[in-house]
């Protein structure tokens, strides 16, 4: 017997009938003996819809209470789901953030869970009973009901099968597993096997949608194996599990895509110890994630200071930099929305010379223009003009040989 913890998207749960394929799925495995909890995601749509009524009301609605708006799309989802399997004789329990419990911060609207109670969900389970979980919710330190973010099921399913050190965790989603880039823009994309942890975690923050990044941190701390499927396939996937001697061998696995960030450039900037750390705190304070970082010094004593955000952060980031940017008697602050960052990544990188140099050429090669480069061990990332994004990724892939197996050397 083996305890699984499966979730499944909006899109898997989006109508009644492929709510009930679900509980038919989902019943496979009970059948054969296994523990289910089983974590959902809003009906597709309902968030946005959700979110557009709270817009209806007012302009800037009130942190808290759209969380407890938001948090009612699951709680439809996971009371659905136990009724469909109730219904076909089954025994099943929904439960929703706060009941498990699951504890977070307070930060509406983009919690980080720092604990999960398993008690209620073990004695649940030792009732042979197949539980329901609302994904992406949660409750703070005053028992206010949290949510996690976008993607913030997927975290609540791993979080869940570490706390209850499962045996596995399945993420079904409307594609078949993790591909070396996006189908849609570069048909000749192939579906991996295996990838590190450390591989998806950067495609995961390079823009790659098939997995929220945080539940790759989970799944890396505790070990936790995930398995990356179609709901609507019975075909294996894609197992993202820790990194073996065979990934260390292949140079390049996967091309990102990234058209959600903003350019923002901090000119004239007097430099002098601290004011990077002044620019910076007014965003950090607001939970706006800053990525790539790029600053250069002038003769003049001052710097350019650029560096990329969200791009639903632009216009608040904006601001705040602005403001700063007053204070410190900065020449001005600039902004663009019309970037795109591209990047490859492999575990292989850490042991071959030359990726850097193949991957600047390919794009010269286009006459694509880098603008900003942000590397790591096992990645390298470039921001261009957004119109050049698609073909950008297409020739990555195609010089690093990913539609017929990933080459092992420059």
Request: glycine fraction near 8%; aromatic fraction near 6%; charge should be negative.
């Amino acid at each position: 017997m083996a305890l699984v913890v499966q979730k499944y998207g909006g899109t898997s749960v989006g109508t009644v009938e492929k709510l009930r394929n679900v509980v038919e799925r989902v019943l496979e495995y009970y059948r054969e003996g296994n523990q289910l909890v089983v974590v959902l995601s809003a009906m597709a749509g309902q968030t946005d819809a959700l979110i557009k009524l709270a817009g209806q009301i007012c302009n800037d609605p009130d942190p808290r209470e759209l969380d407890v708006l938001m948090a009612t799309g699951e709680q439809a989802s996971v009371a659905l789901f136990a009724m469909a399997v109730k219904s076909m004789g089954y025994d099943a329990r929904s439960l929703l953030g706060f009941q498990v419990a699951i504890h977070t911060d307070h930060l509406y609207g983009k919690a980080r869970i720092h604990e999960i109670d398993t008690t209620r969900i073990t004695n649940e389970l030792k009732k042979g009973r197949i539980l329901a979980v609302a994904g992406f919710q949660g409750l703070d330190d005053e028992g206010n009901i949290t949510t996690l973010g976008r993607g913030g099921s997927d975290t609540t399913a791993v979080a869940l099968a570490a706390a209850l050190n499962a045996d596995v965790c399945e993420i079904y989603t409307d594609v078949q597993g993790v591909f070396t880039t996006d189908p849609n823009i570069c048909p000749k994309a192939r579906k991996m096997d295996y990838i590190s942890y450390d591989e998806m975690l950067e495609l995961a923050s390079l823009g790659a949608k098939v997995l929220e990044i945080r539940s790759v941190e989970f799944a890396k701390k505790y070990n936790v194996p995930i398995h990356v499927r179609s709901t609507f396939s019975r075909e294996r996937g894609t197992m993202v599990v820790a990194e073996t001697k065979d990934m260390e061998k292949v140079l390049v696995s996967g091309v990102a895509y990234n058209k959600n960030e903003a350019r923002i450039t901090v000119r004239k900037v007097p430099d002098r110890p601290g004011t990077a750390a002044l620019i910076f705190e007014p965003m950090f304070a607001a939970g706006i994630v800053v990525d790539m970082i790029v600053q250069n010094t002038s003769e003049d004593g001052t710097t350019d200071l650029t560096f990329t955000v969200p791009k639903a952060d632009f216009e608040k980031s904006l601001k705040l930099v602005s403001e700063v940017a007053r204070e410190i008697k900065a020449e001005k602050v600039l902004g663009d929305e019309n970037i795109a960052k591209v990047s490859i990544v492999g575990v292989g990188m850490r042991n071959h010379a030359g990726v850097a140099q193949k991957m600047f050429k390919v794009l010269a090669n286009e006459n694509i223009n880098i603008t900003m480069i942000s590397t790591s061990e096992i990645k390298i990332s470039c921001v261009i003009e957004d119109k050049y994004t698609e073909l950008a990724v297409r020739v990555l892939h195609e010089a690093f040989g990913l539609e017929n197996g990933p080459t092992e050397d420059c």
